[in-house]
């Protein structure tokens, strides 16, 4: 059969459909880009916000009229909070809740009688098409929080905290590597709590994953910035480790965070961004930071602002908050007017995009090792120009006529992009 995947929200549901991808392949179907050729579709989606949720909705009645006659399967977040409601409404074959999605394959094939060609399978750990046009790829090691953010739907969705094992997770990324790919992300709805449920820990999946696999880059995914696990400043001795970290601070106001039941305070993060900088000088900070959250006053949105640009972040995720049902947050009073949420999202937007400039500027001049990902580009000039990150999460634009598709090469940053959102890089013989 041909199988068609599609995810909407976070990079867990992302590092899902690559697992899925494997399993279809390894039952022997074949993965289509195309939900209209599809005999069956799946689709992970997600309900952070009440926007998530619609969009969820409309991703399945798209699928379903751009092919009738496809069985279709639901499953994410959405679809574990109303399952009932989802495949009433939505028309859906089969819904599989958060808690059965790692046998989400299995569960399809029995529940649809999903024919089996052995003669088609993929030989073990053989990638599919979802992941051979990638050069990174996203590798689920835990599952759940045992956090209640008071904004947060997705710890109910997501459920318990649940760690996979060390060596099943070496042995994929060990497969990854062996079939092209470059670049692994570990990431989690909860990725500091890895072992919390196995008496483990982040740090020594992380030294294991660099002791027992020779994949070239290695980063972390989101992390709250009160899950820091100890040691983790050593491992960014090891130049595989990346120095990128994204820590979601969500706002630099003591009191809001009070109110969304955070648990770090400004000050705590500031102390420890200055020792994480002096260990890591490269270090590349990135964070969440939610506008208009209920309550928010002028004077705790000046502390945002001056607490974001104190901390110089590399790049700010932002998001309007919009109240979401089943949370605490939504009863919370107050509410922020909506045109008072886009004024300071368009000041934030506007002192992220210089706060981002700032970064790149600092490394013009500077030698590194990027992964070459994705096709090429033509510029205005006619030139091929190439795509890819630093170690520390700079994007660059390197103009090159070799092909360098899935490539480590060492550039030269020589100046900052004409977008402002790049670097742009030659390479260095």
Excluded at 32 to 40: G, M, P, R, Y
Excluded at 138 to 143: A, G, L, R
Aim: with cysteine; hydrophobic share 40%.
């Amino acid at each position: 059969m041909r199988i068609h995947l599609k995810a909407l929200g976070c990079r867990l549901n992302e590092a899902e459909l690559d697992t899925w991808s494997r399993d279809f392949a390894a039952a022997g179907h074949c993965m289509t880009a195309d939900a209209a050729e599809a005999d069956l579709v799946v689709i992970n989606t997600c309900a952070v916000t009440e926007e998530a949720v619609r969009k969820s909705r409309q991703l399945v009645r798209r699928a379903h009229r751009a092919n009738p006659t496809a069985k279709l399967v639901m499953s994410g977040c959405y679809a574990s909070l109303d399952p009932d409601q989802a495949a009433a409404e939505l028309g859906v074959d089969l819904v599989v809740p958060n808690q059965d999605k790692d046998r989400l394959v299995s569960i399809a094939s029995r529940t649809l009688d999903l024919p089996t060609m052995p003669a088609m399978a993929a030989e073990p750990g053989e990638q599919a098409l979802l992941a051979k046009t990638r050069q990174r790829a996203f590798i689920k090691v835990q599952d759940g929080c045992r956090y209640r953010c008071t904004y947060c739907i997705v710890t109910l969705a997501r459920g318990d905290e649940r760690s996979r094992p060390i060596d099943d997770i070496v042995a994929e990324i060990n497969q990854l590597y062996a079939n092209g790919i470059q670049e692994v992300v570990l990431t989690g709805v909860h990725l500091g709590g890895y072992g919390s449920d196995s008496s483990s820990h982040l740090t020594a999946l992380v030294r294991a994953v660099l002791d027992d696999t020779d994949i070239p880059r290695l980063r972390l995914g989101s992390l709250e910035p009160w899950d820091l696990p100890e040691g983790l400043w050593d491992l960014f001795d090891n130049p595989r480790f990346m120095p990128h970290l994204h820590l979601p601070m969500q706002s630099g106001a003591d009191t809001v965070l009070r109110r969304m039941a955070r648990r770090c305070k400004s000050d705590e993060f500031a102390a420890m961004l200055t020792r994480a900088k002096t260990r890591v000088p490269d270090l590349n900070v990135t964070t969440d930071i939610i506008v208009g959250f209920p309550g928010e006053t002028d004077d705790e949105w000046t502390q945002t602002l001056d607490f974001v640009e104190c901390m110089e972040f590399g790049h700010l995720h932002i998001f309007a908050y919009s109240p979401r049902a089943g949370t605490k947050a939504a009863t919370l009073a107050n509410p922020v007017a909506r045109d008072i949420k886009r004024h300071r999202s368009d000041a934030l937007h506007a002192l992220g995009a210089r706060l981002k400039k700032d970064t790149l500027t600092r490394f013009v001049g500077r030698e590194f090792e990027v992964l070459v990902e994705g096709r090429p580009e033509t510029d205005t000039a006619g030139h091929t120009v190439w795509s890819g990150y630093t170690p520390n999460f700079l994007r660059v634009a390197i103009a090159s006529e070799t092909p360098l598709e899935n490539r480590l090469v060492r550039v030269r940053c020589d100046a900052l992009h004409t977008d402002g959102e790049r670097l742009s890089a030659s390479l260095v013989d």
